[in-house]
């Protein structure tokens, strides 16, 4: 009887090795789309601190050639809602189907409010569930593209935004001759259905956001962000938010923030609802390299990014602080010096060794080096890693050393992921908060910095190929992609190179998705935990494709299987 005592306690206690914290919770999460950024990429943030997350099948989502599906998807919801502690919910999927439908649609103005009514249904089903949404106002591009825009806007985008530009400016300010006369010259350019179609699915979407800040008004969300896709100072998107802003007044930015960016709002809602379930409000300082600091407004924004980084910081669940009263986070940020983001791809962007670059670095080491956690959120250019920053933190042995980083698309989209994945970083081990390291810098630093361009100028050029449809090239570059990446992880990564394996998700130049497999020091979620003791006996691989957490490892088997037996 005693030894039967003795084995049942090393038992409990090996199955408490394996088992989640009782605190670990499910989040419901249904994204802007299936690019990595907006699902693989957050889901596994979540994931990293041991939770539970619960996304739709991806065929309901938007893709490159697929338009989602709001019907499945809040069928989904519905049905999956009662399993989860908190729901994070784009809006632009649940009315268009994604991000880009929400740009193309046809719906009518009932139809759209028909699927909107499903919030007040959603909350009457669960009064006391936290429901954090996030929508956007539409991007106002500046260049003749319609990959994901209407047809016309490949011959009339930049006249468009022109236009709707020298508008919101003429509401402000009072516009020069030379202005008025270019406003006459464009309206005259311009084919009046193809403005009139572009304005009227705006104004769509503007007037559903507001009905969407009047349900935060009244409490049906714990949490409203209102995104403003790719703006800038003057132009339409722009123009709204003003028209929005006054629409808000009076609402607490406890309640509701908008601000710009729309990629990186579905990783801050999770980090928040992260902070809320663990009865958190993480204190974040911000520091600065030399220059103009928090005084730049950087491309595709409307505003100074120390205003974005305060909105960001409130928007996670997390409260502004100062440096100097030992702060849970500090949110080191990487400007440009003299104030103007240029993209990561220019000849500019080459590694060199400068003082303040070299300063920055040691203060973020200094800081770590005295326990303080810190986040880094790199904007000096646009999409894509200063490659002078980095090779600093290589250096000065920092890459591992981060709580986060980032530095990829717009200022925004970085600012969300550092902020967030720096928060929630203080709910992981070591081996996947360097997982989540390594993936940043693969993506931001390694491709979109360096390996993009070399691909543009060596194989899409020289095929005379389009960068936005890649698919008949992609036997050809995914070679060469992956050799350049598993290079770059031999030298500055501490992965086995030929664990780094990406793709191209959506056929084109533009983003990848970066896989390391097995990713090592990865620990299963709560649902990966429950496997049979059966399996291990058998010394069978568990079936790990039917499981929440398809990275888990043959490691973690061997490691479940040796507890089991020193438990028996």
Known sequence: MKFLWLKLVVFSLAWALILPPAWAKTILYVPLDDRPVSLDYAADTVKAVDWTILTPPVDYLGGRNRNGNPERLWEWVQANAASADALVLSNDALLYGSLVDSRIHSFSRLELGWRLQNYNTLRKAYPDMPIYVFSTLMRSPQTDSAVVEPLYYEHYGREIFQLTALRDKGEIQALTPVERTTMATLEAAIPTEYLADWLERREKNFQLNTRLVDLARNGLFDYLIIGRDDTAPFSQSHREARWLTKFTRGLADNQYLAFPGADQLGILLLARAYNELTGQKPAVAVHYTLGKGGATTAGYEDQPIDQTIRDHILAAGGRPADKSAAPDLILAVNTPLNGKTAEAEVFENFAMDNLYTRQFAADIGEWLNQGIPVAVADIA???GSDNSLLNAFHQQHLLDRLSAYSGWNTASNTMGYSVAQGMLARG????TRQLLLAI??????????????????????????????IAYLEPELLPELNERLQKFTRQYLWLDPVAVQAVFPWHRMFEITVEIKPPVGTIPTKESRFQLPAECASHETPDFHRMENRSITHDFQNLYCDNLETAG
């Not at 992981?428 to 081996?431: E, L, R, V």
């Not at 940043?440 to 449809?469: H, T």
């Open 428 to 431: 992981m081990n070591a081996k």
């Open 381 to 383: 250019f646009d999409n």
């Open 440 to 469: 940043r810098y693969l993506d931001d630093w390694a491709y979109q910095a360096n390996i993009r361009k070399d691909l543009y100028r060596n194989r899409i050029v020289p095929n005379y190929a389009n960068p936005e449809y």
